[in-house]
């Protein structure tokens, strides 16, 4: 899937993060052709030092959530306050198409608490995040934390991504709709069902260059001001 880059079938060479030689090709991905990391590479011999690091060998390295901790959160949305919140707004219906549509987790030390499911595109559960809200105002009252640092993964490799961007090839159709939290997005997806709201992973910083590659050639609205809910 992924290759070495190279342009109209001539190698493109890089420094070498090793031997510091120009001798050193990235590895690119097979969709984007984007480099997948800058240490993503090989320095092949004899001119190089034989330097590798593979995509697959990076791909392990970033760590993953097993999905049994999704599983096991699924329960109990009745105790769950967002999901309350929901249903006096929307009604069940909608209330339980959107805690199915991403997956919304109820926590099981935390009384009341939703875990939201961060969940890449290829769909792989890369991180959960806590939050208790008021089930009255639906506001959020405590950021209670990560599920990584709960079970206390060791080697976890925290990358950005898109909350919701599992469902993007899933609704090819929709349009796009970016807004800077979880309960926005969830929010706005009751209210709206005609696009498909994502949050970004970093409100100050706006939408990351990852988060746009994920994206490809996807249209999107991304206007704070007019969707804040
Ligand atoms: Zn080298």
Known sequence: MNKLESHRGAAIFSTCPKCKKRNYQRYVTHIYGEGIADNVGECA?????????TPSEHEKAV??????YLLQSLNNCKDNNLFNYLVNQFGEDKATTAM????IGTSVNHPGASVFWVIDIDGKVREGKIKLFDSYTGKETKDIGTVSRI???KHFTHKSYLYGENL????PKKPVALVESEREAIVS??????YLW?????PGLGLLKTEETTLGKRDFIYDPKTWGV
Do not use: A, T
């Not at 199915?100 to 997956?103: D, E, F, G, M, V």
């Open 168 to 171: 993007i090839n899933k609704f």
């Open 63 to 68: 760590s993953f959530i097993p999905d049994r």
């Open 45 to 53: 011999l004899p001119k190089g030092c034989g330097y590798s690091y």
């Open 198 to 202: 994502l949050s970004i992973s970093s």
């Open 100 to 103: 199915k549509l991403y997956s």
């Open 189 to 194: 997806s009751c209210k709206h069902p005609d």
């Open 151 to 153: 079970i206390k993964m």
